[in-house]
């Protein structure tokens, strides 16, 4: 599945660079944290009621627990990074071959 993005300018509400990248990260991961800490507290309090306190302690995750886990933190990292995977992607988009060898030029020169 391509990711589609934006196209255009987006708005720029910090003169530091980077910094509107960041404050995005910083709000999905408040974002994750927040729905992370009610469905905790949803298992806890079943958990508690239920008396499956043991059982969680001694939980081994199959191999497909595991794979359904790394996909959906790929995903995260992927929202989590949104912003600056998209800024590489626009860069190597506006990359030419002379200005990969204009580079190479001016590092040997260097």
Known sequence: MMRRHARGKRPQ????TGLDQAMSMILVLASEFSALRD?????ERVARDGGLGDAIEAYVPSQD?????ETRRQAFLDRLYYLALKDAAEAAEADTPERFAETLTDIAKG
């Open 13 to 16: 509400f910090y003169e530091e």
């Open 39 to 43: 469905r905790l507290d949803t298992v």
């Open 65 to 69: 627990v595991l794979e359904v886990r």
